[in-house]
């Protein structure tokens, strides 16, 4: 079934309506998160695949302006380009190492080197079929890089396919690529429009809900990493406090027995009057003091007194006010 008036199956026009919603919110998500660099790659193959669809629905049509020729060279062009991308998404969205030269040579050798050779004969010969059979190319190349995407998948989880994400990233490239090998085949038996579309756009758009999904697992471990992050600075900050108090407490200890110290002085306090005078300031008693000090509890109760002769009061708290005021 075509849409009224045009070349394009409905089924094609379905997948541009699903691919512009997905473009647009990518194209929201990009602007909220510019430092994404996932996100380009989804909205360049999200782009592709309108682009392909858009030319491969429409075209060739003889109600719109171009001839034959450059509607039909146009429309393969797309057919062509996309399955360009295929590589060096990839090789960047899933960390496939193995996947390099294809992304940044293997495509212009075995796909846009073939495309012109394909244009070439289908402007010498004037046949569209005669230029089909090039299409092989395209076909083997696409075998080769099915084969290495796997070789790539087992480096990267280094020969261990038992883990859930080995085996869904290999069935899932698998399937995304695959529709792509078929495409010439498809083209060449004219199997229509709306087959091609929806095997094409079907293993695409599987690819673009792996690299989302393992993108949203990577968001939750960064959510979850900073929650523990901040949990711990919140813990690292309560501790900082409770050092500051107690090195505050601290200094603020020295200060008062610094002087207490001097304050001693005034009332010309021995070094050992001084001693006791701390430690009678602390709250200890006589007996404490003397064990302290290693001396006899009646010595501490001498020196006591005549500490309490020079700073003129006649018990501790006279003492400790008077000393700490001064």
Request: hydrophobic fraction near 45%; charged fraction near 20%.
């Amino acid at each position: 079934m075509l849409l009224p008036g045009t070349q394009m199956h409905v089924i094609t026009f379905l997948f541009i309506c699903i691919e512009t919603v997905i473009l647009f919110y990518l194209i929201i998500y990009r602007l909220a998160r510019p430092d994404d660099k996932s996100t380009r790659l989804n909205i360049i193959l999200i782009l592709l695949l309108i682009l392909y669809n858009v030319t491969g629905g429409l075209l060739p049509d003889s109600n719109l302006p171009g001839s034959y020729f450059v509607q039909t060279s146009i429309a393969y062009a797309t057919g062509f380009i996309t399955p360009c991308y295929f590589p060096y998404y990839v090789y960047h969205a899933f960390a496939l190492k193995k996947m390099k030269f294809h992304a940044y040579k293997g495509v212009f050798l075995f796909l846009v080197i073939p495309y012109f050779i394909f244009v070439t004969l289908f402007v010498a010969s004037g046949e569209l079929d005669v230029a089909k059979n090039l299409l092989v190319i395209p076909v083997l190349y696409a075998i080769w890089v099915i084969l290495t995407l796997i070789g790539a998948v087992k480096f990267k989880y280094e020969n261990n396919f038992k883990t859930k994400a080995a085996k869904e990233e290999v069935a899932v490239l698998f399937l995304s690529l695959t529709p792509w090998v078929g495409l010439p085949i498809i083209d060449y038996f004219n199997l229509g429009q709306a087959v091609e579309a929806t095997t094409t756009n079907t293993g695409f758009l599987l690819l673009l809900a792996l690299q989302l999904k393992q993108h949203i697992v990577q968001l939750r471990e960064e959510h979850e990493r900073l929650i523990t992050s901040e949990e711990q600075l919140l813990k690292w900050n309560e501790q900082l406090q409770d050092e500051v108090r107690k090195r505050t407490q601290e200094l603020e200890r020295i200060s008062r027995e610094e002087r207490l110290t001097q304050n001693c002085k005034l009332y010309s306090l021995t070094t050992r009057e001084i001693e006791i005078v701390i430690l009678v300031y602390k709250g200890y008693s006589h007996k404490q003091i003397a064990e302290m000090l290693f001396i006899a509890e009646r010595t501490v109760a001498k020196h006591v007194q005549n500490i309490f002769e020079k700073a003129q009061v006649s018990n501790r708290l006279e003492l400790s006010r008077k000393l700490d005021m001064v």
